[in-house]
């Protein structure tokens, strides 16, 4: 069982930047892909991207490219989201999530490939 906690959401103007953290606990040891996924209210889940554990394809959405930037720190368990230039449209709950399998079952941007999720933190960008 591995548990992920989120952390660095809060208000920004737009234009502005904030640094999401997702620290894994427990069963870490395996090697696992992280996906950031955002809902705001009342729209679906979107994925916003994935990092892989060391080697391999970053994804990103479209609506991030060139804004936001995966990085994680394997010794310290933990992933990073660095967002830059924010928009309004970007204000949503961000989730990290954890997919331990070793191949891909749905695919990278579904969030049925991801077992382990954090509980969420909000990211609000003022216009």
């Known amino acids: 069982q591995v548990q992920l906690v989120e952390s660095g959401g809060g208000l920004v103007q737009a234009g502005g930047s904030l640094r999401l953290s997702c620290v894994a606990s427990?069963?870490?040891?395996?090697?696992?892909?992280v996906g950031w996924f955002r809902q705001a209210p009342g729209k679906a889940r979107e994925f916003v991207g994935r990092?892989?554990?060391?080697?391999?394809?970053?994804y990103y959405a479209d609506s991030v490219k060139g804004r936001f930037t995966f990085s994680r720190d394997n010794t310290k368990n933990t992933a990073f989201l660095q967002m830059n230039s924010l928009k309004p449209e970007d204000t949503a709950v961000y989730y990290c999530?954890?997919?331990?399998?070793?191949?891909?079952?749905w695919g990278v941007g579904d969030w049925r490939e991801y077992t382990s999720w954090g509980q969420g933190t909000q990211v609000t960008v003022s216009s």
């Open positions: 990092i892989p554990w060391s080697t391999g394809i970053t």
């Open positions: 999530a954890a997919d331990f399998s070793p191949g891909l079952s």
């Open positions: 427990g069963r870490t040891f395996n090697a696992y892909a």
